[in-house]
C-alpha cells in the first residue's frame, strides 16, 4: 500500500535545515525525512486487534510541526517515546475491515473513529497501570513496554502505522463505534474536539467569568464551540489570521483580538476587565506591562504554546486565576514574575480520555457524539481543505501557510 512514512536520517536532516533557510517548500522536497512509499500492507497486529479501512484522516498540528522540524528539541525526554520509521496520522475515522479472533465488541463494517492511544490493553500489559484503569491513556505508565516498539500513540510507533495510508491497525480498544447522526466529516474531527473538551475540564469557568482562548487553530476554535454551548461565560479570542477571526466569531467569541502587538492585548484587556492599573516595566527596559488588581481574566486556554503566549496570558490573567496550557511549541526564556505574583495556576492539559460531564462518565468522543445528537455542537465550520494522499505536499504547505489559504484543518481523504 501507499503510505506517508516519516523516517529519521541525521545527514539528510543537516541538509534539510540548510535548504529550507531559503525555502520553507524543502521540508517537503528530497532530503524530507516525510516520503510517500509502498510498504508492506497493514494488517490485524495481534488476536484482539483490528484494521481498519481510513476514510478521513486529519492533519494535526503535532504532525505539522513534525514534518517543518518545529518541535520540541532532544533534550525533551517525549523524545525517548518514539521510534521510526512511523507511517504518521491519528486524526481518523474509518471502516472495520477485519477482526482478530479474540475480537467481541467489533465487527466488519463497522464506522469507527481511533483512540489513538498505544496505551497498556494494545500494548498487551496486565495489569493495567492506574492511569489505564482511570481512563486516563495519555497518562500511561507503559509506553515503552509490551508488544509493541515505544510510541505514544498510532503515528509514532514504528509497528502501529497511522491513518496517512489506506489501511491501520488498531487495538480492539482503540476503535470507537461511530453513531448513525454522526457524519464522516463530524467523525473526524472527534480527537481534536477531544483534546479541547479535556482542556476545558481541566479547569472549568464559572458562571460569568471573563475566559480567554489564546489561538484559534483547531483546538482554539473547538474550545469556543465548547465554551459558548455548554458554559455561561463570556469568551474573547486572540487570533492571528482574519480567516480564524471570522470563525471564532461564528462560533461564540465576543470578540477577537489580533495576537500582535502584544502591548495591544494588554491594553485592550485593561478596558475589557476595568483591571486597576497596568504596571509598566521599568523606564527604558524592554518589556511587556502587566494587569494589576482584583478584577482580571479568570481563565485562559492557551492553545498555542509559545513563550510569548504564555508571557501575555499571565500579564492580562486576574490574580489567583488559571492558564490551560494545551498548545505545544518549542521552550524559551520569557519574563514570567506576574506567574508567583499574582499566584497564577498553569496547569498543563494533555490529550484526552475518560473525562465526566453533566454527571456521566465517559470517553471523550462519546460525550462529543451525544453533544452531536443533542445538536448541541457543530464544529464542521472548521474543515476547511482536503486533499488525496498523493497532493500531501500541497496539503502540507496549506498547514504551513494557513494565512494565504484561510487554511485551519486540512484533511486526507480516501473516500472513492
Known sequence: MKALVFDVNVNEIIHLIQEAR????????????????????????????VLIKTRLCGICGSDYKQVFIDF??????????????????????????????????LRVGQRVVLNPWL?????????????CQDGQYSLCINFK?????????????????????????????????VPDHVSDDAAVLADPFSVSLHSVLRHPPQRGDIVVVYGCGTLGLCAI????????????????????????????????????????????????TGAAEVLPPVEGVPGLPMLHGTR?????????????????????????????????????RFEWSPHYFKEINLVGSNAFGVEEWNGKRQHAMRHYFDLIRDKQIDVTPILTHRFRLDDYKEAFLYNHSQGEHGAVKVLFSFET
Open 22 to 49: 531559503d525555502n520553507k517548500e524543502a521540508y517537503l522536497g528530497e532530503h524530507s525525512p516525510l516520503q510517500l512509499k509502498e510498504i508492506p500492507d497493514a494488517r490485524v497486529l495481534f488476536p484482539d486487534w
Open 119 to 131: 496505551s497498556c490493553a494494545p500494548r498487551g500489559v496486565t495489569p493495567l497501570c492506574e492511569a
Open 145 to 177: 513496554r509490551g508488544r509493541l516498539a515505544p510510541g505514544i500513540h498510532t503515528g509514532t510507533c514504528r509497528d502501529a502505522s497511522g491513518g496517512y495510508a489506506p489501511y491501520l491497525p488498531a487495538h480492539e480498544s482503540m476503535a470507537i463505534p
Open 296 to 332: 482580571g481574566v479568570r481563565v485562559i486556554y492557551n492553545t498555542v504554546g509559545t513563550p510569548e503566549s504564555v508571557e501575555v496570558a499571565i500579564r492580562i490573567a486576574g490574580p489567583r486565576s488559571t492558564v490551560v496550557l494545551s498548545g505545544v511549541d518549542t521552550p524559551a
Open 225 to 272: 464551540a465548547i465554551l459558548k454551548q455548554l458554559f455561561d461565560v463570556k469568551i474573547y479570542a486572540i487570533t492571528r489570521f482574519d480567516h480564524q477571526a471570522r470563525l471564532a466569531k461564528q462560533l461564540g467569541a465576543i470578540e477577537t483580538i489580533p495576537w500582535r502587538p502584544t502591548e495591544d492585548i494588554i491594553a485592550r484587556f485593561k478596558d475589557i
Open 72 to 105: 520540541e528539541g532532544i533534550d525533551s525526554p517525549l523524545a525517548t517515546l518514539a521510534t521510526f520509521p512511523q507511517v504518521m496520522g491519528h486524526e481518523v475515522v474509518g471502516t472495520i475491515a477485519a477482526v482478530g479472533s479474540a475480537v467481541t465488541t
